[in-house]
């Protein structure tokens, strides 16, 4: 025999009609032939796309934190985030000093997301967990400058949301290119007077009272 797809199998089928071939049982099996040919090119666009998301989440990025080792006042003007811990770091582009607080960049783009808390503390009366809120709290807001550049004259890289000082994140997210490599601080005011405000609280003996963030990812 020279295979099935020219043999004809004949006689009546039990409905009474006619037997097909195997010759025209190969007309409709063809689509089906074609489906699973088209389902193997999606799964390799669909493994190939997964191998690209990685490679993508393999791209430089870091965390950064600011913890709060000491009870620390705020001062006058723009304050410094002291961002101490490293949460997560992949590659080299992105480098914190802990001892500063300044993070360095090569250049690149880059997606910038922040969030920065201040709060008002009584050292006699909040030590039991609570925190003595203010009725009328200063406004106050986070930025993105280059050292040396906080100034009211100087135009802040990125501005954060407007908050408070009543433990009101101010929020931060922004898309930066730079054509060389430079440095970046993260900063927080609440105007001239800001007596009881705190950038840093240390109770409980626990320094884990996170007061800001830093979410860096190269894009390019």
């Known amino acids: 025999m020279n295979g099935t797809e020219n043999c004809e199998i004949?006689?009546?089928?039990?409905?009474?009609?006619?037997?097909?071939?195997?010759?025209?049982?190969?007309?409709?099996?063809?689509?089906?032939?074609?489906?699973?040919?088209l389902g193997l090119v999606?799964?390799?666009?669909?493994?190939?796309?997964?191998?690209?998301?990685?490679?993508?989440?393999?791209?430089?990025?870091?965390?950064?934190?600011?913890?709060?080792?000491?009870?620390?006042?705020?001062?006058?003007g723009a304050n410094l985030r002291a961002l101490n811990r490293v949460i997560t770091q992949m590659g080299d582009a992105i480098h914190l000093d802990t001892e500063t607080g300044i993070v360095s960049l090569k250049a690149g783009t880059y997606r910038i997301s922040g969030v920065s808390v201040l709060t008002y503390f009584d050292a006699q009366a909040d030590t039991d967990g609570r925190v003595s809120a203010e009725a009328r709290p200063n406004a106050s807001y986070a930025m993105l400058l280059h050292p040396g550049a906080a100034s009211r004259d100087v135009e802040p890289l990125a501005l954060g949301t407007v908050s408070?000082?009543?433990?009101?994140p101010s929020l931060l997210d922004a898309i930066l290119t730079f054509d060389a490599d430079t440095q970046i601080m993260l900063m927080h005011q609440a105007g001239r007077d800001v007596g009881g405000i705190y950038l840093q609280v240390y109770v409980d003996g626990s320094d884990k009272h996170v007061m800001a963030r830093l979410v860096i990812q190269k894009l390019d």
């Open 164 to 168: 408070t000082a009543n433990m009101d």
């Open 42 to 76: 999606l799964l390799a666009a669909m493994s190939a796309l997964s191998s690209g998301t990685a490679g993508a989440l393999a791209a430089d990025y870091a965390v950064y934190e600011e913890h709060s080792p000491e009870t620390k006042p705020m001062q006058p």
């Open 10 to 37: 004949t006689g009546p089928s039990r409905s009474g009609g006619t037997r097909r071939t195997a010759h025209d049982r190969g007309g409709w099996l063809k689509p089906l032939s074609t489906f699973r040919a």
